[in-house]
């Protein structure tokens, strides 16, 4: 136990008072005098006030600064192409504009964007009529699957047929379309039974793409386009024109004067078929006997050594109904001259019923071809599987056709053994009527550098379905009338479904917009659409 009075023990080296020191409790501080706290109190008024007025720049900087506009909800359409070979179904995802008058066209979201197509075409169902909805059914199964189910009820769906439909009996037609609407009906997306119309926006597409809708009107390029069933010709003109080959487009602050027609029954296609129809005619000149068991007809579009038995030729009606049996075989000469003069006959068929000054094909009126033009769709195709350089199409075309047309079909089939024999077989044919259509119905030069030959524009393929998606979402919000009142119908020739394209959307988006906006198309593009020529 310590005692009481005992020396507190100091550590080594420490002395006594250190220890002190140690243990001594620290002076109070100094009490503040009266100047001092005024002071104090001085420095943190003008510390507060400094805080507030930097709290008062902030504010005015959040006004007045711009804030970034609240991203839109994805919104969906849905677009089925009914082709003549086959059905394809667009389905677009997009962003609505904000409310200014330049914002009727859409944004596109390509990222969500896409297409599917399915065989045959609507028309190859004229016997069975029900089948046509039917056959449309994977298609709405595709767009359920890309669309999501809230969207479903606000998503618009629009059949629009073409020409390859036109061709059938008009009571046919009606039915094949009726078996859709019942699936588009019950589709689970918007859909009334007039949208279920033809459509053909290749012009606008094309126009769109390069920027030019919207400004001078000389700057736009005219399309001519060989389908399967029938030829598409329209581009802007300042020459007077009947009134049901006249069309008038307005679109931001540009007016259009539209010369515009669908050549029925004159696609690629059909056309094939029906020369092949005129040829076996009994007392054609084609006709080498009228023997009904070895009746054989000249053949000029096919390349010589074709065996008739690797593909039977169509009948004719006028056979047909002879009640006989009767099967004309074609013997091929494969001549590109004859060829392309048996393709004239055709391109003129009926033209001693034109009522009209001039008539170029049949008994249509057709103008001079004024400006540029795109070529497109079998144009294209022929031009590919040649090889040839856009700016020189026609003339190029002409030597490559001839060559081809005077080869063996056995050394042409192993040249291109990649290609189907069908497709193979019509591109004697494609060639001489491609010449016989351009230079000796249309007038268009052997050398003319005006026409250029492609299926896309900077990537982006002329598709009339692009065009299709525009007109719809624009005229959602614009009124689009004729000016004389007058609806302009699917027959007139510029084919824009159920309504005339007439825009009025003041300002014009800009080109970089529309850059932009359909640089990558290509994502929902077909997939056999390939590049442009350079």
């Given at each position: ?194 949208w279920a119309t033809e459509g053909m926006y290749a012009w606008i597409a094309a126009n769109y793409a390069l920027g030019t809708l919207g400004d001078d009107s000389q700057d736009t390029t005219g399309i001519i386009e060989l ?6 010709v329209t581009f802007v003109t300042d020459k007077p024109l009947p009134p049901e080959f006249s069309h008038t487009l307005k679109f931001g602050d540009a007016t259009y004067n539209l010369y515009s027609h669908s050549f029925l ?204 998606f525009i007109v719809q979402k624009a005229s959602n919000q614009t009124d689009m009338l004729h000016p004389e009142g007058e609806k302009i119908s699917p027959e007139d020739g510029i084919r824009h479904g159920e309504r005339p ?34």
């Amino acid at each position: 136990m310590r005692r009481p009075n005992a020396r507190a023990h100091h550590p080594r080296g420490e002395s006594q008072e250190a220890a002190a020191t140690t243990l001594a409790p620290p002076p109070p501080p100094p009490r503040p005098t009266i100047s001092s706290a005024m002071s104090s109190r001085r420095a943190r008024g003008r510390r507060l006030l400094a805080a507030l007025l930097a709290a008062a720049f902030a504010v005015a900087l959040l006004l007045l600064v711009p804030r970034s506009p609240r991203r839109r909800p994805h919104e969906y359409g849905v677009v089925i192409d009914a082709g003549s070979t086959g059905s394809r179904v667009h389905v677009i995802a997009y962003r609505s504009s904000s409310s200014s008058p330049a914002s009727a066209l859409p944004r596109i979201d390509w990222a969500r964007t896409a297409s599917m197509k399915a065989a045959p075409g609507l028309s190859s169902f004229a016997s069975d009529p029900g089948g046509a909805g039917r056959s449309l059914a994977p298609l709405l199964e595709f767009a359920r699957r890309r669309v999501p189910p809230e969207s479903w009820a606000e998503t618009d769906v629009r059949l629009m047929a073409t020409a390859g439909l036109r061709l059938l009996d008009a009571a046919v037609a009606e039915a094949v379309l009726d078996s859709c609407r019942v699936l588009l009906r019950g589709s689970g997306f918007q859909f009334q039974d007039d949208w279920a119309t033809e459509g053909m926006y290749a012009w606008i597409a094309a126009n769109y793409a390069l920027g030019t809708l919207g400004d001078d009107s000389q700057d736009t390029t005219g399309i001519i386009e060989l389908g399967g069933a029938s030829v598409q010709v329209t581009f802007v003109t300042d020459k007077p024109l009947p009134p049901e080959f006249s069309h008038t487009l307005k679109f931001g602050d540009a007016t259009y004067n539209l010369y515009s027609h669908s050549f029925l029954q004159l696609g690629q296609n059909v056309a094939y078929e029906s020369l092949h129809d005129m040829l076996s005619t009994p007392g054609h000149k084609s006709m080498a006997t009228h023997l009904i068991s070895q009746a054989k007809y000249r053949d000029p579009c096919t390349p010589r050594g074709f065996s008739p038995m690797e593909g039977a030729v169509k009948l004719p009606a006028s056979v047909l109904e002879s009640k006989v049996e009767y099967r004309p075989y074609a013997h091929a000469v494969g001549n590109f001259s004859e060829c392309r003069s048996a393709a004239l006959t055709l391109l003129q068929k009926g033209r001693e019923e034109c009522r009209y000054h001039e008539c170029r094909m049949g008994a249509a009126f057709v103008p001079d071809l004024d400006g540029k033009f795109l070529a497109t769709e079998n144009f294209y195709h022929t031009s590919k599987f040649f090889r040839l350089r856009s700016k020189s199409f026609l003339s190029d075309l002409m030597l490559a056709g001839e060559k081809f047309c005077r080869g063996d079909w056995s050394k042409i089939k192993k040249e291109y053994r990649s290609f189907n024999e069908g497709e193979l077989l019509l591109f004697c044919f494609s060639s001489a009527y491609i010449v016989a259509l351009l230079h000796d119905t249309l007038k268009v030069p052997l050398d003319d550098k005006r026409i250029d030959v492609a299926n896309q524009i900077g990537g982006v393929p002329v598709d009339w379905a692009l065009g299709a998606f525009i007109v719809q979402k624009a005229s959602n919000q614009t009124d689009m009338l004729h000016p004389e009142g007058e609806k302009i119908s699917p027959e007139d020739g510029i084919r824009h479904g159920e309504r005339p394209v007439h825009h009025n959307q003041g300002e014009t988006m800009s080109l970089a917009r529309r850059r932009w906006d359909l640089v990558e198309f290509l994502r929902w593009g077909a997939s056999d659409r390939v590049c442009k020529f350079s």
